[in-house]
């Protein structure tokens, strides 16, 4: 049976040593008043909740799934799926980090993405009702009329309603200038919807008394393509005069999709039957408001890879210390027992700190990315705030796409320590793996980020965002360059930022003659990109770990090793990743097609 334990030590380790999470909130007027205390209450509490109340349903959610009453058009959760959102909102989870306008507890983004880690490690299918809400309340608190903020962003901060994102339809995938759904004015200033949408995770479900669908249509003039899209608010059950739910609105789960993994989660074909919605932001303006939900989502789905990244590296590490399979090449190290336990091989290590460093190197990366969305969203200073948001959008792309690929990695590499009985479903390790597989295509799939980043974020503005990150790097490596202790990690750490800069110089260079150079370059740019950012995080956390490694605390000697890992093994991936990016589009594009 699996297990997990909320990683409290090394989340306190990123916020208050590595990223000083309080001191940096100081700066923050309306977040001065949290300290290490409020956050790690907080993180204790939540731990519990996600280990107590949410993991025991993982296993149950996978093996029952979600059922559709085809008559009545209801889907029935797994058991116990309802009873824990029940407790969620009673408790005030959902409105951790909402604004207090609207019923929330106005804690910083920061606290709430670990939290959120924890869920994800709990359970990802579960964790996916509740998160979905969080992108929706993110989009109405920044582009709904006044009007749409009192009815609805109350309910949705409460945990009373959830949210969804209706954006893709069977036809057109991630191209979302396809999309043929409709919205007709209806002279009251609401709309009449038609379509079908698919892949609505919670889509359709019994946990919330209302359900608030965020959907993408075009209106009758619209122009073709992504510039006449419009965004609209379709709720489940039409609010009443008193705002309660009220007439049941003709948009219905028409089928369940069924998927590789979270099976506990609700996949839905969505069917919208002339249903009424409102406008939300301006006409022919849908993907700019619906993109703040799903730059959200992005960085929610980068944690849905980190938490079953650790959640599957505790399992792998408590199997590898217990399960006794030959003896060591270099002597018996348990010589009372028929055999050695199988973490003292070495490439059971290697999986086991592949997984690790992962964890350990997602937890940092994510931590500070919330922790820039704060400052973007709350500092005084306008400057501080536009060199955060730069550095946010940024890293969006980088964080989902990263981390959703080192999690297919570690989880697979933690389900090989098991040998076959990784294979087996009661061991809980294929679970993970199969969980793992759908973050890769997420919210857009890794290629799309991968464009995103290298097309958009960086060539689009001269590479103005990455010099701006590029020199928090090279400030870091001016510091300690010469300090013998920190050479390990900060020459590569320098050598890596040389070579990026360079690559991005040749790859724009080539991108005037021809786009498809970016196209070709793209994946593996992203991820000579992400290992930066590793390299960046686990120098300064080994500078930490080195100063304190003679504190009678092994934390810090554990941390040690990770990053000398990284650095050893994971970190010359980029060698490989450079040369593949470099290689240009002919190799790739040069096959006829009808060769294949």
């Known amino acids: 049976m699996p297990q997990y334990n909320p990683p409290l030590r090394d989340m306190q380790f990123v916020l208050h040593e590595l990223l000083k999470v309080e001191d940096e909130l100081k700066q923050l007027p309306v977040h001065a008043e949290v300290d290490t205390d409020i956050i790690n209450q907080v993180l204790d509490e939540g731990g519990k909740f996600a280990a107590e109340v949410v993991f025991p349903l993982n296993r149950v959610g996978d093996h029952e799934g979600c059922r559709l009453n085809k008559e009545t058009r209801v889907v029935q959760t797994p058991t116990g799926f309802r009873e824990a959102y029940q407790k969620y909102v009673e408790a005030g989870w959902p409105s951790l980090s909402c604004d207090p306008e609207f019923g929330g507890q106005g804690l910083p983004i920061v606290i709430n993405n670990s939290f959120y880690e924890m869920l994800n490690s709990a359970n990802q299918a579960w964790t996916m009702y509740p998160g979905l809400s969080h992108g929706a309340y993110e989009c109405l608190h920044e582009h709904g009329t006044p009007e749409q903020k009192a009815l609805y962003l109350p309910k949705l901060v409460s945990g009373e309603w959830t949210g969804t994102m209706c954006l893709t339809e069977s036809h057109c995938g991630t191209d979302l200038g396809l999309l043929r759904t409709k919205a007709e004015p209806q002279g009251d200033g609401s709309y009449r919807i038609t379509g079908g949408k698919i892949f609505i995770s919670a889509g359709e479900h019994e946990m919330s008394a209302n359900i608030i669908h965020l959907v993408l249509a075009r209106l009758p003039d619209a122009p073709a393509g992504t510039k006449g899209i419009s965004l609209f608010l379709v709720p489940k059950y039409l609010p009443d005069a008193a705002g309660n739910p009220g007439e049941r609105n003709p948009i219905f789960c028409g089928a369940l999709e069924e998927k590789m993994g979270i099976h506990g989660n609700s996949t839905c074909q969505m069917n919208l039957d002339g249903a009424t919605g409102w406008l939300i932001g301006e006409p022919n303006k849908g993907l700019n408001a619906m993109f703040v939900m799903m730059n959200a989502a992005r960085l929610g789905v980068g944690m849905q890879s980190l938490g079953l990244t650790e959640v599957a590296y505790q399992n792998a590490v408590a199997y590898a210390k217990d399960r006794v399979q030959m003896r060591s090449l270099s002597g018996a190290k348990a010589p009372d027992k028929p055999a050695d336990p199988i973490i003292v091989h070495p490439d059971v290590r290697r999986m086991l700190l592949t997984a ?102 960086i060539l689009m503005d001269n590479g103005a965002k990455l010099r701006k990150f590029g020199a928090k790097v090279q400030a870091f490596v001016e510091e300690n360059g010469t300090d013998e202790a920190m050479s390990e990690f900060v020459t590569p750490l320098a050598d890596l930022g040389e070579k990026l800069t360079k690559l991005t110089m040749e790859i724009g260079m080539k991108a005037f003659q021809n786009q498809d150079e970016v196209g070709a370059a793209a994946v593996p740019y992203l991820r000579v990109a992400g290992h930066l950012v590793f390299a960046f995080l686990f120098a300064q956390m080994a500078k930490i770990a080195l100063e304190k490694q003679d504190s009678g605390d092994d934390f810090y000697k554990a941390k040690l090793a990770t990053a000398r890992f990284y650095f050893a093994r994971l970190l010359p991936e980029t060698a490989m990743l450079i040369r593949q990016a470099r290689s240009g589009a002919a190799n790739e594009m040069g096959m006829a097609e009808a060769w294949f």
């Open 356 to 457: 690790r460093a992962f964890a350990e190197g997602g937890r940092a990366f994510s931590s500070y990315v919330a922790l820039q969305i704060d400052r973007e969203l709350n500092h005084p200073d306008e400057q501080v705030r536009k060199d955060a948001a730069d550095e946010v959008a940024l890293l969006t792309p980088i964080i989902k796409a990263f981390l959703t690929d080192n999690g297919w990695i570690a989880t697979s590499e933690a389900m090989q320590v098991y040998g076959g009985h990784g294979f087996i479903a009661e061991w809980g390790m294929e679970q993970f793996v199969r969980d793992a597989r759908i973050n890769m295509i997420y919210e857009g799939t890794n290629t799309i980020q991968s464009l995103d980043l290298l097309g958009r974020k």
